[in-house]
């Protein structure tokens, strides 16, 4: 089997480098991969070209690798949602956008003006970021995961080598770093010979979980979850830690027991001891995605929840009161696999009180990087 037989690599369609990079190694390596021949266009030139086209953008965008430089920020705080308390996550957006479908997907607002997966070529400034980021900050808890799959396109990218290689280097990034990769794929190779090499690292593999049935239809593309658990095993075997992210939680009446299933087959499924951190995040949108998704996803049920818009950020939410019975149901059930210990579970992206409502601590607030998990070792 190949790499195009298997992968989410087989989705690339498309090489399109900046001129400027015309001479870089990493898109050679990923045209010999995929043995596509790339052309070269300036950002500007690729957005005019793919626009005047009459295939569907979302398709387009999904396949093309738009290999160019970031100007900004790699190095960001995780956005969170006004009013709503924050993990103190950090965020590296080395690559933006993803070969995968999902019908929830906050991306699918920024194709219009970004048709494209980008891949940043001076990433390197990412690591110099931290090392900045560390003069001021006792630890960064920090991953790849918001804008892309954090290991998709491993096998092409080599995203966990570059960024793992450089934290070993760096005495003070390889204490006080610990990195996540998120994902729904179970491309893991490139990151289990990471692991291997070098394993006084803190990493940390996130996988996004969710109903079996939600996977099939509105992730597109996405690994089977029982696949997903079987790279899990691999990760912990080989030595490193897990994340279990229930995101996004679909709150519909008669999905309680369905996710309290799933909960519990993850939970005797791996070693719980090597499990870094649980979120639970319940189905959220904006009011400007709706237009999108209710024209890209028809057949999807997930708007079809009874939703409230939230005077604070202006998206849609499940009433309180349901979102509070699902986490609590879900607590309860990730608990009663912890015996007498707190698991390290926490609600992604909502209020103080919901956290008081399921009679769960919040994190600290204050300190920008105030984190409330421990490093593990
Ligand atoms: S895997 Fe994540 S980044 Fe990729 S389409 Fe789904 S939600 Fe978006």
Not at 172 to 190: A, C, D, N
Request: hydrophobic fraction near 40%; charge should be negative; include cysteine.
């Amino acid at each position: 089997m190949t790499l195009l037989d298997s992968s989410p690599a087989r989705l690339i369609k498309r090489l399109v480098v900046d001129p400027r990079f015309k001479d870089h190694p990493l898109p050679k390596k990923v045209a010999k991969q995929l043995g596509i021949t790339p052309i070269f266009l300036t950002k500007d030139e690729l957005i005019e070209e793919t626009l005047t086209q009459e295939d569907d953008i979302f398709v387009t965008a999904k396949q093309t690798l738009f290999f160019t430089e970031n100007s900004g920020q790699f190095l960001k705080r995780c956005p969170g949602s006004r009013h709503s308390l924050c993990c103190n996550y950090m965020t590296i957006n080395s690559v933006t956008g993803c070969p995968f479908d999902c019908s929830y997907c906050i991306l699918q607002h920024y194709i219009a003006n970004n048709p494209f997966i980008s891949v940043f070529l001076n990433r390197y400034r990412a690591i110099e970021e931290m090392k900045e980021a560390l003069k001021t900050a006792p630890f960064l808890r920090v991953g790849t995961g918001e804008l892309a799959d954090s290991l998709a396109l491993d096998e092409l990218l080599g995203e966990s080598e570059f960024f793992l290689s450089n934290i070993a280097k760096d005495a003070e990034l390889s204490q006080k770093v610990q990195f996540e990769f998120k994902t729904k794929s179970v491309e893991i190779e490139p990151l289990l010979n990471a692991i291997k090499r070098y394993p006084h690292l803190h990493i940390v593999a996130g996988f996004s979980v969710n109903l079996p049935h939600i996977q099939k239809s509105d992730e597109l593309y996405t690994a089977p979850i029982e696949t997903r658990v079987e790279a899990m095993n691999r990760i912990i075997n080989a030595g490193a830690k897990i994340a279990i992210h229930f995101d996004p939680v679909i709150m519909f009446p008669d999905y309680l027991e369905q996710y309290e299933t799933l909960a519990k087959q993850l939970f005797s499924s791996v070693d719980i001891e090597k499990v870094a951190w649980i979120s639970m995040g319940g189905f959220r949108y904006s009011h400007e995605m709706e237009v999108t998704f209710r024209k890209r996803w028809p057949d999807s049920l997930l708007p079809t929840g009874e939703m409230f818009i939230g005077d604070d950020d202006g998206k849609e939410r499940y009433l309180a009161t349901v979102r509070a019975s699902f986490y609590s149901r879900l607590k309860a059930t990730i608990s009663s696999f912890y015996g007498d210990k707190n698991p390290p579970l926490y609600i992604c992206m909502d209020k103080t009180f919901l956290w008081n409502r399921c009679d769960m601590t919040p994190p600290k607030a204050g300190h920008p990087h105030t984190n409330p998990f421990p490093l593990y070792s």
